[in-house]
């Protein structure tokens, strides 16, 4: 956080890295790999962009280490759009986001979904200007990365596979997790503090004020406009849609649908028009398929 | 019974306004539909990204009665992407960007850069005796007013970031998130004297 003295202005204040999430609720956050899908993802509708060489399922298909995307191609992106771009940077490696930070991006997604880059620490989002997401599977990851200066969570889901089953849970976990600690007694939050493997303060913030501090969006396995509305009915303020628009038949159609399906998600006969006619959903994976491995929800900790 | 305030729900931040309504006492509805449109005394447009905003409305029917209605004095207030919505004229838009229009002002959308530059500070508002704590997130500036609307706060650096017009109030910032509940009791003023 710096304050300019003379114009009396403060920029990067935990208020604005997390005011721009705020701004996203409601919105469909889409994974592009050139200029040419980010335009069209901000034709359908996303409220944001998220620039990376390759989507999950390709990471998946073709192995091998996941890395940041060359900055050339996230500031053709940016360059093309005008809605806020996000990029991602391998777990613990601060290099890879003092670059995303020194190119201007919107936001960092320090991701599971890359290699990992540090297998003890994350990076300490404090020190920059830049707001980050991360992604957790239940509550106590989720404020471990907040403690870090995270401004804004994602479940992690199981990215690449079109299955949205984990997705599924860990949305259901932590806000299972969140409703649990709301209803324990203030004496009792010392032992949920120590459980969680969070900071006492943040975990009585959350059993006050029911919620996470944060914006908590949902990734990871979201592939039709069915998926999207589900994961907002149960508590989303958003979603990520990474393979499941490009690795599937009519992208710009299921962009679009998705983002209808995401607003009018209690909506039924507005979902059921949405999804007629998309043509191919990505083929996608079960998770149940995936060797523990490859499971990528499994990174971070 | 009064009507209630509607709270355009497509996208954005529309729950912190509604959330600001109710710690101010006053009776609201989300807006989704034309027929929760209909139910309305005035509408909030809130923050979010307004290229979103607009093609949700066009989707699903609110754009022209939307625009009709601020044409027919329905009081609105708009923040950040809500100014953006009500502007007459708009800059820096995406191609084929429109906006409902009715506030005399040209706003240049995303005018401060990227996230870096986004900034909180305080600011004296027209009608407020103690200044406002306000909150630019990705913001609009007005580059202009026209004759029809008034400037009502500007930065140090004279760049206005809200502006006034008959029933119509739009801002470049986010009282919504910072606490700030004066702006919106102004607003709720012009909807009753407007009723």
């Known amino acids: 956080m710096t304050l300019n003295e003379q114009s009396r202005q403060t920029t990067s204040s935990p208020l604005v890295k997390r005011g721009l999430a705020e701004m996203l609720k409601g919105g469909v956050i889409m994974d592009v790999v050139n200029a040419e899908q980010a335009k069209i993802a901000e034709d359908a509708g996303a409220v944001a962009v998220m620039a990376l060489e390759r989507v999950p399922a390709d990471i998946r298909a073709q192995g091998g280490v996941a890395r940041m995307s060359d900055p050339d191609m996230i500031e053709q992106i940016m360059k093309t759009v005008s809605i806020p771009v996000m990029a991602k940077s391998r777990i613990g490696h601060f290099v890879e986001a003092q670059i995303l930070e020194s190119l201007k991006v919107d936001y960092i997604d320090e991701s599971e979904v890359l290699s ?108 039709t406009p069915a998926d999207a509305a589900m994961m907002m009915q149960l508590g989303a303020d958003g979603v990520f849609v990474g393979s499941g628009i490009f690795k599937s038949g009519n992208p710009a159609q299921r962009a679009a649908a998705i983002v209808k399906a995401t607003t009018f998600y209690n909506d039924p006969s507005v979902i059921a028009a949405a999804s007629r006619g998309l043509g191919e959903a990505m083929v996608g994976i079960n998770v149940s398929d995936l060797p523990a491995p490859h499971r990528l929800s499994e990174r971070g900790w | 019974m009064a009507l209630p305030i509607g709270v355009l729900a497509l996208q954005g931040d529309f729950r912190e306004h509604a959330a600001t309504l109710d710690h101010i006492g006053v009776q609201h509805r989300l807006v989704r539909t034309v027929e929760e449109l209909e139910s309305v005394a005035g509408l909030i447009i809130p923050g979010g990204e307004s290229t979103t905003i607009q093609k949700l409305a066009t989707m699903f029917g609110l754009f022209e009665p939307i625009s009709e209605k601020i044409r027919n004095g329905l009081p609105v207030f708009g923040t950040c992407a809500g100014l953006i919505l009500i502007a007459d004229r708009l800059l820096d838009g995406i191609e084929g960007q429109s906006t409902f229009g009715g506030l005399d002002v040209t706003v240049r959308r995303n005018a401060f850069g990227h996230q870096s530059d986004s900034f909180e500070i305080d600011l004296d508002f027209a009608g407020l005796d103690t200044p406002v704590h306000a909150a630019f997130i990705r913001a609009p500036i007005i580059e202009s007013v026209g004759p029809n609307a008034v400037a009502l706060a500007t930065l140090p650096d004279g760049r206005i970031v809200a502006a006034g017009q008959g029933n119509l109030l739009g801002i470049s910032f986010h009282p919504e998130v910072t606490g700030e509940h004066r702006i919106h009791r102004l607003f709720a003023d012009l909807v009753k004297r407007a009723i």
């Open chain 1, 116 to 223: 990992p880059a540090d297998y003890v620490n994350h990076i300490d989002k404090w020190k920059f200007g830049v707001p980050f997401v991360c992604g957790a599977t239940n509550l106590g990851e989720a404020l471990r990365r907040i403690t870090e200066g995270a401004a804004m969570i994602r479940s992690k889901g199981e990215a690449g596979t079109g299955d949205v089953s984990e997705a599924t849970k860990h949305i259901r976990t932590i806000r299972a997790e969140i409703a649990a600690l709301s209803a324990k007694t203030k004496d009792e939050l010392y032992v949920a503090a120590k459980e969680l493997q969070a900071p006492y303060d943040l975990v009585c913030e959350v059993a006050a004020s029911g919620k996470l501090p944060v914006v908590l969006f949902v990734a990871g396995g979201v592939a």
